[in-house]
Structures are given as structure tokens and as C-alpha cells.
């Protein structure tokens, strides 16, 4: 089955702290793995993808093969951060998107 | 981001009432997107459609029926609403040009109350 699992459903720090959101991913073939981020009262937007290797408002993620995660890193969080960040897969060859159900970080002054 | 339009924003009906939801975009992707945001689900897909008068069910598309006789929309119509269809519908396109995943572009939602 084809599933994206983020077991945080709320992570909150402080500024400055390193932050980690965690993707696991379950799919047998060669997924596409995409960051999608809702801040509030604005609409959901991709933050990064895989395949692109780029690092987008300081934010990374690595794709692990072997542990099937796709987490999201940050070294020094924002309060600009807070938002809904929501991983997803598209299976391949495909335009779908399989979401998370996603993990609400809240940065605090 | 005004490329892609939802209309209601808002709407409240009540059980058994037809709605629609209408969803405009106006690059010309082909791909065209039904997600409904529920919380502890995440986004959900309801239906896609690859190009005109080509859709396809998602993971949840019961209760839902969709059509897309132009590119630039793809309305979603609840043909007899029930409780359970209370949530935060958000339409998507893509270009689909590429053969491989591309970003998704999101209206702004349309929050659905059935009463």
C-alpha cells in the first residue's frame, strides 16, 4: 500500500532550535517525495522537493532509501516558520499526491 | 496565485442538498485536482482529471461526482450531502507536461458546513 506516515502531529520549539519534521513513506517503487507547507491564511505551497536537492528558507531533506523517510530539517528554527507542513508522494509516473496527514510546528519567541 | 480560483469560500447546506463547488484555473494545466482536508487525514485526493473530459477517482470519490468539459474548470458537486462531507475542500492543477511529478498550485479552499 501506498502510504505517507507523519507520526508528530504537533512539534513545537523555541527560535533558534534545531527542528526536525519527520516522513515515512511506504511505496515499492521509485516515489517522488515533496514538502507542501500551509502557513496561516495562506495556501498550501510546495516547500521543496527530492528531486531538486535544494534548500528553500533554510529548510533540507534527504531521501533515505533504506529507512524510507524523507524528513524535513532546519537547523535554527523561525517564529516564520509555524505553519502546517504536510510530506507527500507521488507514486511514479503519475501527477497524484499521496499526503500526510501532517505536523503543525509552532516556533516561539 | 490568482491563477487558480474556488468559489464558495463558504458554504453551508444541509443533508440531502445538491452542491457544487467550483474550481477555475486559468494557466491551462491539464492536470486538474479534488483534495478534501479533514483533520488526523491529512489531504485526501477525491478525484483528478488529466485533461478535458478525462477524470479519475481518487482515494475517497463516494458521494462525489466530477466533470471537466474545459481545460480551465472542474467543478465538484456532492449529489446528496450528508454530515460527513463537512470539511475543507482545496481544488490543484499542475502542467503535467513533464512525465514526472510536478508541483501542485492550490486554490485558496472552500470551507463546506452540511448541517
Known amino acids: 500500500a501506498q502510504r505517507v506516515t507523519q507520526p508528530e502531529k504537533l512539534l513545537s520549539v523555541f527560535k533558534g532550535a534545531p527542528v526536525e519534521l519527520k516522513c515515512n513513506y511506504s511505496y515499492s517503487g521509485s516515489p517522488e517525495l515533496f514538502w507542501y507547507v500551509q502557513y496561516s491564511r495562506q495556501r498550501l505551497q510546495l516547500l521543496l522537493r527530492?528531486?531538486s536537492r535544494e534548500s528553500i528558507k533554510g529548510f533540507t531533506a534527504d531521501l533515505n532509501k533504506g529507512e524510507t523517510s524523507f524528513h524535513l530539517k532546519k537547523p535554527f528554527a523561525q517564529e516564520e516558520d509555524s505553519a502546517m507542513y504536510y510530506c507527500?508522494?507521488?507514486?511514479?509516473?503519475?501527477?497524484?499526491?499521496?499526503f500526510g496527514t501532517g505536523t503543525r510546528l509552532q516556533v516561539f519567541p | 496565485d490568482a491563477g487558480i480560483t474556488q468559489s464558495p469560500r463558504y458554504k453551508i447546506t444541509e443533508t440531502g442538498r445538491q452542491v457544487t463547488l467550483m474550481c477555475h484555473q486559468t494557466w491551462s494545466h491539464s492536470y486538474m485536482f479534488w483534495y478534501r482536508q479533514d483533520l488526523g487525514h491529512g489531504l485526501r485526493l477525491i478525484y483528478y482529471?488529466?485533461?478535458?473530459?478525462?477524470?479519475d477517482k481518487g482515494e475517497v470519490p463516494d458521494g462525489y461526482v466530477v466533470s471537466r468539459s474545459k481545460t480551465e474548470n472542474f467543478p465538484l458537486t456532492l449529489e446528496s450531502a450528508t454530515r460527513s462531507q463537512t470539511s475543507v475542500y482545496f481544488c490543484?492543477?499542475?502542467?503535467?507536461?513533464?512525465?514526472?511529478?510536478?508541483?501542485?498550485?492550490f486554490g485558496p479552499g472552500t470551507r463546506l458546513l452540511v448541517l
Open positions: 490543484a492543477s499542475t502542467p503535467g507536461t513533464s512525465g514526472s511529478a510536478e508541483t501542485q498550485y
Open positions: 482529471s488529466a485533461a478535458a473530459d478525462i477524470t
Open positions: 527530492h528531486i
Open positions: 507527500a508522494l507521488s507514486p511514479y509516473n503519475t501527477d497524484k499526491l499521496i
